[in-house]
């Protein structure tokens, strides 16, 4: 098994940024890619980014392109998420997850095995 605990969450202004981070413990040595989704109440939950465990590849949903990074610090067992510009719209919580497997759909929530419990982030207009 592996857990996942995210942190970073809270709230900020519009235009504002936060950093977002994930601490991995466990059957660590299993991951292959790690992600970020985010969702609100009465949505589904949306991929935001990903990045595979020890490589480069990242992928980012069009939603926040150009505003978001993620990275890793694997010596750490740490994801990182770092969100600038922050818009209202991106208000919701933001779960940490991470996967077994390289193929499929990174955006996909069903393809992930593992999920932390989630950091709400608030973005006031």
């Known amino acids: 098994q592996v857990q996942l605990v995210e942190s970073g969450g809270g709230l900020v202004e519009a235009g504002g940024s936060l950093r977002l981070s994930c601490v991995a413990s466990?059957?660590?040595?299993?991951?292959?890619?790690m992600g970020w989704f985010r969702q609100v109440p009465g949505k589904e939950r949306e991929f935001v980014a990903a990045?595979?465990?020890?490589?480069?590849?990242?992928r980012y949903a069009d939603s926040v392109k150009g505003r978001v990074t993620i990275s890793g610090d694997f010596a750490k067992n740490t994801l990182y998420l770092q969100m600038n510009s922050l818009k209202p719209e991106d208000t919701a919580v933001y779960f940490c997850?991470?996967?077994?497997?390289?193929?499929?759909?990174?955006?996909?929530?069903?393809?992930?095995?593992?999920w932390g419990q989630g950091t709400q982030v608030t973005v006031s207009s």
């Open positions: 466990g059957r660590t040595f299993s991951i292959l890619v």
């Open positions: 997850a991470a996967r077994e497997k390289f193929g499929g759909n990174w955006a996909a929530p069903y393809e992930y095995d593992f």
């Open positions: 990045n595979p465990w020890a490589g480069s590849s990242t």
